[in-house]
């Protein structure tokens, strides 16, 4: 499904939507302490969104178990949160959320350090990391080309000599979690899709200190990086507007 321009009352749920996502996800962020499992936070989320109104829109998408995914440190995305993973401090925690309101789906992620405290290459592939996908959301506005976006996104992870992971990309968003088109974080300015006001897409940057090569776990979700270095990765839906966007997943 290609993504749609949406209608106002579309829009109107989508901003609730991730209200209800960046509600929980800032939530969460502050639970990421040593000794918690990622199966406990994501019983959290579960009953979070629940009491907001929201449904968790990843649950059961594809037969995926869980209501969010957690992917801990060389683990980029799609990690299966679970009762044998625990959290330890300098940890990077990779919350990863989808919210259904009402239809409407919004995606959105934040890369945690646990304690707060890591060695300075890590935090800075986590600070860098964020940059980039808010310098990329910043060349978006009516008739922007995905490859704009991409553009933006390289420059910032090329420059602190980062691997980009390029088998995924960001993508629409709205009826359904995945919709066309990519958004690749990598690009040319003025080439790939076409995105016009109305449209809502999510923007993903994943990026590692080491290589760009992935591998799955045979739990056939985790998708980690193949030679082990550390990931980061985040992520909002964005409304396009005339002459901008408008962040959907923040508060
Ligand atoms: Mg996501
Ligand atoms: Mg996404």
Not at 93 to 108: E, Q
Not at 156 to 172: A, Q, S
Not at 187 to 200: Q, W
Request: aromatic letters at 6%.
């Amino acid at each position: 499904m290609y993504t749609r321009v949406k209608t106002a009352s579309e829009i109107t749920n989508m901003r609730e939507s991730g209200r209800i996502l960046a509600t929980v996800l800032q939530a969460l962020r502050d639970e990421v302490k040593e000794g918690v499992t990622t199966k406990e936070l994501s019983d959290m989320a579960m009953k979070h969104v629940k009491k907001l109104g929201g449904e968790p829109a990843f649950y059961g998408y594809q037969g995926f178990p869980e209501a969010i995914c957690i992917s801990v440190n060389d683990e980029i995305v799609h990690g299966i949160p679970r009762t044998e993973t625990v959290i330890k401090n300098g940890d990077i925690v990779s919350l990863d959320f989808g919210v259904n309101y009402k239809g409407m789906i919004t995606d959105s992620a934040i890369s945690v350090i646990c304690g707060g405290v890591a060695p300075k290459p890590v935090a800075d592939l986590v600070k860098y990391t964020e940059q980039s996908l808010m310098e990329g959301l910043a060349v978006i506005k009516d008739g922007c080309f995905a490859g704009d976006i991409g553009f933006a996104v390289e420059k910032v992870l090329n420059k602190h000599g980062y691997g980009i992971i390029r088998d995924m990309v960001g993508h629409g968003v709205g009826h359904a979690v995945h919709e066309d088109p990519n958004i690749p974080n990598y690009g040319r300015k003025g080439s790939g899709a076409k995105l016009v006001a109305g449209m809502t897409i999510a923007v993903e940057p994943m990026a590692t200190l080491g290589g760009e090569r992935i591998s799955v776990d045979s739990d056939e979700w985790t998708i980690r990086t193949a030679d082990g270095s550390l990931a980061a990765h985040f992520e909002h839906t964005v409304l396009i507007t005339e002459d901008g966007y408008e962040i959907l997943t923040q508060l």
